[in-house]
């Protein structure tokens, strides 16, 4: 009852929050999804990556610190919802959060799923590709994300789409002059439509995987995990609804006003 003696923990001057949202729109709010993309600003993406994008049906932008009305509507009856067990008729807890926090650490990658994982993710050659699709074993889609703290409170995202794949494996990382075991996938990684977008504290950057294009908007935007029509292929679902993926800075704690690197800065003066 009384005050704790402990000193609350206290975050690292490079560390950004991020809140993050995974949206599902029914058929009945594309036209609100429509007039969102009217408010989104789209010009921080260069135009080569954007048409790069649009061929795997994905689209990205910046919105500003306020979300549509029917937009929060929907997040707010999402969080409210479960999901059912058919044969049991009991809830379930779903192996995909679709509304968390993200705390990152400066120029770190950090790995967000955002698609349900698959006995067989068969992925879609993109408008105007003749390769083959690709297919990866016991797969899920995640988005790769790096931020860079700005002294001005500002944050440069940077998002990769990747796609991790098969049984966890152990191996030995290098990083800042020392070797650590990491424990992973195998993953493959979309360097080509790698978005970078500079955030202020409230703004979002909106991605909107489109399933009716093919490419990895199909991938991103899948929902089914067991389905199978055969033992190579696992069927598409009846429904697949466009998906909205949100990322807001929620918080910086960087700032380069007394940053200590300053204070090492010689100071020229003229010679006497």
């Excluded at 993050?20 to 729109?25: E, T, V, W």
């Excluded at 549509?68 to 059912?84: I, M, Y």
């Excluded at 074993?137 to 988005?143: G, N, R, T, V």
């Excluded at 944050?155 to 075991?181: N, S």
Aim: aromatic share 4%; charged share 25%; with cysteine.
């Amino acid at each position: 009852m009384s005050k704790s003696l402990l000193q609350p923990a206290k975050m690292s001057p490079d560390s950004v929050v991020l809140e993050f949202a995974l949206l599902d729109l029914p058929d009945s709010s594309q036209d609100l999804a429509a007039e969102l993309w009217q408010g989104v600003d789209e010009q921080q993406i260069p135009v080569q990556i954007r048409q790069r994008l649009a061929r795997h049906g994905l689209r990205c932008g910046v919105v500003g610190g306020q979300l549509p009305s029917w937009l929060v509507d929907e997040l707010a009856d999402q969080s409210k919802r479960l999901e059912l067990d058919e044969s049991q008729r009991t809830a379930v807890v779903s192996d995909l959060l679709t509304q968390r926090r993200i705390q990152c650490r400066a120029n770190q990658r950090r790995s967000v799923p955002i698609g349900v994982n698959c006995k067989e993710l068969e992925v879609a050659p993109s408008a105007g590709d003749a390769d083959p699709p690709s297919k990866y074993k016991d797969a899920q889609c995640h988005l790769a994300l790096t931020v860079s703290p700005q002294g001005d409170g500002k944050v440069e995202l940077e998002l990769v789409p990747e796609i991790q794949h098969g049984p966890m494996h152990q191996r030995w990382i290098g990083q800042d002059g020392l070797f650590r075991l990491d424990a992973s996938r195998n993953s493959v990684r979309f360097d080509e439509l790698k978005v970078a977008a500079t955030l202020l504290p409230g703004q979002s950057l909106v991605v909107s995987a489109v399933p009716t294009a093919g490419g990895l908007g199909q991938a991103f935007a899948r929902r089914d995990a067991t389905g199978v029509d055969d033992a190579t292929r696992v069927a598409e679902p009846a429904e697949s609804p466009n998906r909205l993926i949100l990322l807001r800075l929620a918080q910086t704690q960087f700032d380069d006003l007394f940053s200590p690197l300053q204070a090492l800065t010689p100071i020229a003066t003229q010679p006497p």
